[in-house]
């Protein structure tokens, strides 16, 4: 499958969304819609209070670290399944993105190295689940139609590709 390039993004800023819904990280809402700064973009919410004051000095502030980490790893690897071209993949601000916050979350460069290797292979296999890939087909299938969409209405959307309340659904791991 050739893909376009709105494609790619649609995949790409879905998988953003989908795995912050499934790891209960806010967002504002998602675009497709290209500026000077970024081809779409997820409009995260706010982190927590003590990540904004204090960085990651607690287990929770840790634990919010590695979620915002995976879901930045997400959009990339939703692209990647699509069927976009590995170089546009790899490249852009959302790498450069998780590979800073892996070395504010880690001791070393090698153990912040291994935490990126292994939240990309969670990114992988978070995207590869059929439960998972089918609400961000849905999610992406709704931006080629309409390029911005709101947290509220792309919750929504992800949650019908489910059939279940929020409640119910199960929730990705770290």
Request: proline fraction near 6%.
């Amino acid at each position: 499958m050739t893909m376009t390039d709105i494609e790619r993004i649609a995949y790409h800023e879905a998988g953003h969304a989908v795995a912050g819904y499934f790891l209960r990280l806010g967002f504002l809402r998602v675009s497709i819609i290209s500026d000077r700064d970024s081809l779409g973009r997820l409009t995260p919410g706010a982190p927590p209070r003590e990540v904004r004051e204090g960085g990651f000095y607690s287990w929770s502030a840790i634990a919010w670290g590695q979620k915002a980490t995976l879901r930045l790893l997400a959009g990339p690897a939703a692209a990647a399944r699509a069927g976009g071209d590995p170089a546009a993949v790899l490249a852009g601000s959302d790498w450069n993105q998780a590979g800073n916050m892996a070395l504010e979350l880690c001791e070393s460069e090698e153990e912040a190295n291994a935490f990126l290797t292994w939240l990309w292979a969670k990114a992988q296999n978070f995207v590869n689940d059929p439960i998972y890939w089918r609400a961000i087909k849905a999610l992406a299938g709704e931006l080629l139609q309409t390029p911005e969409i709101s947290g509220k209405r792309a919750r929504t959307i992800i949650g019908a590709a489910w059939h279940l309340p929020l409640e119910a659904q199960p929730r990705p791991t770290l």
